[in-house]
């Protein structure tokens, strides 16, 4: 983009939005500054940020001279986000609010309301970069230069025109660069901790805020063998993989799980092996747990996804890919497979050469061709490793 032009930046309170706004001013663009409110049920608990976040916003845009604009998009959220968010752990599954929030609030809503104050690009601080493929005519969505900060994997249901109206000004940059940059021109949050979590959430305990939200049914937790050794307190409150919060440390395992254990090398397998969610039978509300990291039922050599959107606005060829199933997850090679699924659902089905972690219902699997991220879709099921045990 050239030619001076009017950019609305998403300022959230953060260090990353406000670099971003003087990156923009400073390539001679009219800057204007939005403040994004998708959260009020609990505004002024200690929980929630967005007053501090607001303050924060509006002292880098007097810094930088630049408009203000305080947002509330709370009802488009509460609609859109957090109560797909509430059926899906409902359901036993583990959403990621976050990518629906970039697709239905931050690049939705938000670059509606950008559109009719008269802009031509809308412009956050995320760890991402768009690029204009010459050759096919499309935009293409591509992983941030700092690999450790790259946030593609958030932002991979946008399309084709949320991607020609967006600009990522610091996906060009290292954290510490952006930190340097915002330390060297005076911003008030230069040094403020990035933030963690879901908005709605903040820093509170999850199980407690989902206590509000869900109703609780409790039921058996059991060992591979089929022991029951405690008791959960509703499905929707564990996810694949977790290890803490089961309470149930101590138990030792015995016979044929001791044998599987120690044949994999954990040797004094027992109550010193850490145990991990690895299924949640819906129909039976039974919680099943195994010991050990990489116990068969944890890994997943296949995976199917419905729910599909591509940033080309059409399907990759199947093939050879990488794709990640959780955010901060290395690239893991895989195949892309048939587009139609059993029962005849439109998704797709992934295959991959080293069996994966924990695959989990609800949250998305993400599919890359080098820094190019394709699109994805949220994950259904995936299949377990075959294992004695079974």
């Not at 996906?171 to 060297?184: D, M, N, S, Y």
């Not at 869900?214 to 050794?229: A, L, M, Q, V, Y």
């Not at 419905?306 to 059409?314: E, K, L, P, R």
């Not at 991220?373 to 045990?389: D, E, H, K, N, R």
């Amino acid at each position: 983009m050239s030619h001076p032009t009017r950019v609305v930046v998403g300022l959230s309170g953060g260090v990353d939005s406000a670099v971003t706004a003087h990156l923009l001013k400073q390539q001679g663009h009219e800057v204007i500054g939005i403040f994004m409110k998708n959260w009020e049920d609990d505004d002024d608990s200690e929980y929630c940020s967005s007053n501090i976040d607001f303050v924060d916003a509006a002292a880098v845009a007097d810094v930088l001279g630049i408009e203000i604009e305080h947002v509330n998009f709370a009802a488009d959220y509460k609609d859109r986000v957090f109560s797909e968010f509430v059926r899906e752990y409902q359901a036993g599954r583990t959403p990621n609010p976050d990518i629906l929030c970039n697709a239905e609030i931050k690049f939705k809503s938000f670059l509606d309301h950008a559109m009719r104050l008269g802009a031509e690009k809308i412009a956050t601080g995320h760890y991402a970069r768009v690029r204009l493929n010459e050759a096919t005519g499309r935009h293409e969505l591509l992983k941030g230069l700092d690999p450790s900060k790259d946030q593609s994997y958030f932002l991979h249901r946008l399309n084709q025109a949320q991607l020609s109206k967006t600009l990522f000004p610091v996906g060009e940059l290292h954290k510490t660069e952006v930190r340097r940059i915002a330390q060297e021109i005076g911003l008030p949050n230069a040094k403020k901790k990035d933030s963690t979590g879901i908005c709605f959430i903040g820093e509170r305990p999850f199980r407690e805020f989902l206590n509000r939200y869900i109703s609780k049914e409790p039921g058996p937790i059991k060992d591979p063998s089929g022991r029951t050794i405690g008791q959960h307190v509703g499905l929707s409150f564990y996810t694949l993989g977790q290890r803490q919060g089961l309470g149930i440390g101590g138990i030792k395992a015995k016979g044929a799980d001791m044998k599987a254990l120690q044949a994999r090398g954990l040797r004094g397998a027992g109550e010193h092996t850490p145990w991990f969610v690895a299924r949640k039978d819906i129909p039976h509300n039974t919680l099943w747990v195994v010991q050990g990291h990489d116990h068969p039922w944890l890994l997943s050599p296949q995976l199917q996804a419905t729910d599909v959107s591509w940033c080309a606005g059409q399907t990759p060829t199947p093939g050879a890919y990488a794709a990640k199933t959780r955010y901060r997850q290395t690239d893991a090679p895989c195949s892309l497979q048939g587009l139609g699924l059993p029962g005849g659902s439109t998704g797709f089905e992934l295959s991959f050469s080293d069996p994966q972690w924990a695959v989990t219902p609800g949250q998305s699997a993400v599919l890359y061709d080098g820094e190019v991220c394709l699109g994805g879709g949220v994950i259904q099921s995936a299949s377990a490793c075959p294992s004695t045990t079974d």
